[in-house]
């Protein structure tokens, strides 16, 4: 039996003048997911003592994030961080990788990429936050 007019659920009209939010990630500090970079960043925030990572500097140049990561009982290493939503903007806003060590972004989406990347979609997406 085919649904009534009346019941058909139509998709939402946007409404511009109010933001667009990101997926339900709770129970993080950030209810949604990121949209933009500032997003990653803060997310990253929440989440990087867990991952092994205490952030030293932010700042807005290149790199984004210089920060110690724990690589052994009580050994720390410093590395240089960047942000960015997509993986592949790294090589839209044309950083050096030799300038850079790990890419966190929400979405990895470029697979060749010569850094390690930090997909925070799969890190939050798969419990490997706790």
């Known amino acids: 039996m085919a649904a009534s007019p009346e019941c058909e659920q139509k998709?939402?009209?946007?409404?511009?003048?109010?933001?667009?939010?990101?997926?339900?990630?709770?129970?993080?500090?950030?209810?949604?997911?990121?949209?933009?970079?500032?997003?990653?960043?803060?997310?990253?925030?929440?989440?990087?003592?867990?991952?092994?990572f205490v952030v030293t500097l932010i700042q807005g140049a290149f790199p984004d994030c210089y920060?110690?990561?724990?690589?052994?009982?009580?050994?720390?290493?410093?590395?240089?961080?960047?942000?960015?939503?997509e993986s592949r903007n790294f090589l839209k806003h044309m950083h050096d990788p030799s300038g850079c060590d790990i890419i966190v972004c929400w979405k990895h989406n470029w697979p060749e990429c010569p850094l390690e990347v930090i997909e925070l979609s799969k890190v939050v997406g798969e419990g490997s936050y706790h």
């Not at 511009?16 to 803060?42: C, S």
């Open 11 to 52: 998709k939402p009209m946007v409404m511009t003048d109010r933001p667009v939010y990101g997926p339900l990630i709770r129970p993080y500090p950030m209810i949604h997911g990121p949209i933009n970079e500032n997003g990653v960043l803060y997310l990253f925030g929440t989440v990087s003592e867990r991952l092994g």
């Open 67 to 85: 920060a110690m990561r724990l690589v052994d009982v009580d050994r720390w290493q410093p590395v240089r961080i960047e942000f960015e939503y």
